[in-house]
């Protein structure tokens, strides 16, 4: 499966942004989809996570709040709604989808996941 991250750029603090990650090759409709982050000299953390049929989510706590997932199977797409953001969400996003087919249990880290897309910068200003 081929992933295609968008919808990053620079905002200011407060702002709001929508990420969009849209899959190909493949149905991803029975994988759990997640986001993950990667700032400037850090390693790569987890953000959300997202179950095969939308009805569980689980966020970062740094996010709680402030971040939705969501997900269109019929457009094998998936979505990060990020308002109120902050100079500390600056980061490379990545869109990922997981290994366990038909998994909603909410426990998601990097090595759940197999496929990865190549990331979008968002940037946010004080």
């Known amino acids: 499966v081929q992933l295609q991250a968008y919808g990053g750029g620079l905002v200011q603090a407060g702002g709001s942004l929508r990420l969009s990650c849209a899959a190909s090759?493949?149905?991803?409709?029975?994988?759990?989809l997640g986001w993950f982050r990667q700032a400037p000299d850090k390693e790569r953390e987890f953000v959300s996570g997202?179950?095969?049929?939308?009805?569980?989510?689980t966020y970062a706590d740094s996010v709680k709040g402030r971040f939705i997932i969501s997900r269109d199977n019929a457009k094998n797409t998936v979505y990060l709604q990020m308002k109120s953001l902050k100079p500390e969400d600056t980061a490379v996003y990545y869109c990922?989808?997981?290994?366990?087919?038909?998994?909603?249990?909410?426990?998601?880290?990097?090595?759940?996941?197999?496929?990865w897309g190549q990331g979008t910068l968002v940037t946010v200003s004080s």
């Open positions: 997202i179950s095969w049929s939308g009805g569980s989510t």
């Open positions: 090759g493949r149905t991803i409709n029975n994988y759990a």
């Open positions: 990922a989808v997981d290994k366990r087919p038909w998994y909603s249990g909410g426990f998601y880290d990097e090595s759940t996941f197999a496929s």
